[in-house]
T-cell receptor, first 118, second 110 residues
């Protein structure tokens, strides 16, 4: 249980185009989903917190008009990188929270999406 | 990840025990986590510990928590080549957000 998928797993696009990444919780309903960005050999940087039916909460320094997040249902959140540029090239990882026995909400991570902008 | 610190590299011989250390700063963290990341993949939850516990064991994994010193460790017994990966320590902060360490790259040599 607690499987999170992302699609696509990798994408190469031209500068100026927009790219949509999907994050799905396959066998549970996620109260909250998170979007992270990871640079090579570095830790995960939280970009935004996404709750179903409401606007995402962005971390300081993350442009909300650049990284559009839509949380359409309890099992699907999408991240759209608009007008992508080479500096947006990165590994994007989503996570979905699930309540465990004992009451804690634990994050389960997707496999990540490698974005390369030429 | 500046609030959570980990050593960056660990090399261990196959069959030996690995110990990965982590220090954190937020004393109000209720849960602390260990995640494993293999090359090109997302993070896999290995184990977690509630802040009022000192130790948790799960098969080959043992987590020790020293809340006074804000020190967390992960011990992997009988380390195998499949254990080679990056291991992230994380503490829960507001609204169930996680703050991650920089990750410890564990290399298992034959």
């Amino acid at each position: 249980g607690a499987v999170v998928s992302q699609h696509p797993s990798w994408v190469i696009c031209k500068s100026g185009t927009s790219v949509k990444i999907e994050c799905r919780s396959l066998d549970f309903q996620a109260t909250t989903m998170f979007w992270y960005r990871q640079f090579p050999k570095q830790s995960l940087m939280l970009m935004a917190t996404s709750n179903e039916g409401s606007k995402a909460t962005y971390e300081q320094g993350v442009e909300k008009d650049k990284f559009l997040i839509n949380h359409a249902s309890l099992t699907l959140s999408t991240l759209t990188v608009t007008s992508a540029h080479p500096e947006d090239s990165s590994f994007y990882i989503c996570s979905a929270t699930r309540r465990l026995a004992g009451g804690t909400d634990t994050q389960y991570f997707g496999p990540g999406t490698r974005l390369t902008v030429l | 990840g500046e609030d959570v610190e980990q050593s960056l590299f660990l090399s261990v011989r196959e069959g030996d025990s690995s110990v990965i250390n982590c220090t954190y700063t937020d004393s109000s963290s209720t849960y602390l986590y260990w995640y494993k990341q293999e090359p090109g993949a997302g993070l896999q939850l290995l184990t977690y510990i509630f802040s009022n516990m000192d130790m948790k064991q799960d098969q080959r994994l043992t987590v020790l928590l020293n809340k006074k010193d804000k020190h967390l460790s992960l011990r992997i017994a009988d380390t195998q080549t499949g254990d080679s990966a990056i291991y992230f320590c994380a503490e829960s902060i507001n609204d169930y957000k996680l703050s991650f360490g920089a990750g410890t790259t564990v290399t298992v040599r034959a």
